[in-house]
C-alpha cells in the first residue's frame, strides 16, 4: 500500500476505467436535471437516472466519473464520527446495457489490490443471499475465502424516492483488531468502525416505481460507488476521513483563524470538522449556482453556511471567516474542478454577503435564545415553545434546525408542531395579504446589503417594474 493524494486517486481511478473502454465525464452539477424527485445529487449514479431507465440514450454505454455529492440527511453526525459528510466525492463507474457482474468485479479487485495496493487479505467481501453469481466471481475467480464472502440481506441499493436499483455487493476493508468493539458477532455491517465499506457495486436490474412496485429494466446496468475520503483515509493510513488531505487542511485553516489546535478538546474538534466538512459543500453549492433562500436548495445551503459560521462562534472566532475557509477549497480543488476557479469572485462574494448578514444577527439570536433557556430552567421547563421557535426564526434568520441543535446541546427540546403551526399561521398571513389591496406588501429585507459587493448581470437587462411602494 502505498501513500496517494487525493488528487492522485481520483485520477488513477479515472484513468483505469478509461482503460477499459468508458467515457470520462466531469462531475455532473450538484442541481439535479430535470429531476424533481431530487434536491441535490447525493449519489454517483444520480445524474445517470434517465440512462438506467433507457428514456433518455447514453452518450457512451460505458461511462466514468468523480461525483460531487451532497447529502444533509444526517447533518447533526458531521464533525462526531468519522465518515459523516455533508460533502464528499464518489468515484464511479457504470454500464448501460453493456458489461455486468464478470466483467465488474474483477475490475474491482484489480483496482483495489493492483492498482491501489491495498492488502487483499484484508478485504471482505458482502452480497446479497440469492446472489450466487456474484459469490461464485468473487469466490472463484477474485480468489477471495468464503470466510472473507458474507451474505448479508440489507445488500439491496435504491434511492427512497425511487428509480433504477437492485441487488448490490460491497467491499470493505478491516482496519484492525484494535479499532473494533470486540463481540465475537463482529464483522462487515458492524457499525464499530472496524470495518470500513469502500465500494459499492449495484447490480441495476429493476425500477423501483412511484408506487413502490419494482419493474425489470429492458438491460442489465452496472452502477458503482467509491467513496473517495474513504480510500483517502486507508491509503493516507489516517483514523478518519477528516485527517486526509482532501479535508485537513481546512482544519488546520480554522486552527489558525481561531487559535485552537485540534486533537485538543472534542468539542473543538467537532466544530473544526463542522467548519472543514460545510466549506466544501458551502463552495461546491455556491459554485453549482445555489443562492442561499428560505426554500429548497438554497435553505439547505444557508442551513449548511450559517452552521459553519455558528461552529465559528463555538470556536471563538468573531470575525468573518468562511470566505478563507471556501479560498482554501478552492486551491484544493481547482485543479480538478476547474470551474471553481473561474467563479472564485462570485462564490466569495455570495459567502460574504450572507456570512455579513448572519453574524449580525447571530449574536443577537443567540442571545434571545439563551434568555428563553434560562428562562426554561427556571420554570423547569424542558421544551421551547412554537412561538419562540418562530420568532428566532422568522426575524433572526436562524434554521430552526439550528434553534434544535442548540437546545439539544444542553438537554432541552423544541415544539416542532406549534413551530409549524406559527409558520402555517405566517403564510396564511402574506397570503391575505396577497389578495388584499390596501395590505402592505410582503418584502424581504435588503436593507442590511452592502450594494457595493452587488454585481450586475448582464445577462437580465430587461425588466417590468410590477409595482412601487413607499419605503416603511
Ligand atoms: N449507487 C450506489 C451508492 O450510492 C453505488 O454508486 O452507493
Redesign the pocket.
Known sequence: MKYLSGNEIRQKYLDFFKERGHLVLPSASLIPHDDPTLLLIG???APFKPYFTGKVKPPATRITTCQKCVRTGDIENVGRTARHHTYFE?L?NFSFGDYFKKEVIPWAWEFLTKVLELPADKLWITVYPKDQEAYDLWHDVCGVPAERIVKLEDNW?EITSGGPCGP?SEIHIDLGEERGCGSPDCGPGCDCGRFLELW?L?FTQYNKEPDGSYTPLQHKNI???LGLERVASVLQNKPSNFETDLIFPIIEYACRVSGKTYNADPKDDVSLKVIADHARSVTFMIGDGILPSNEGRGYILRRVLRRAIRHGRLLGIRKEFLVGAADLVIDMYGDHYTDLREKKSYIEKVIAMEENSFLQTLEQGTDLLNQKIDAMRKAGSTVLNGEDAFQLYDTFGFPWELTEEILEEQGFTMDKEGFEKAMEAQRERARSARNDKEGKPVLYETRHLKLGVLTVDEASKNGKVAAIFPAH
Do not use: L
Open positions: 449519489a454517483g449514479m464518489m464511479g441499493w448490490d459499492n449495484v452502477d458503482t460507488g
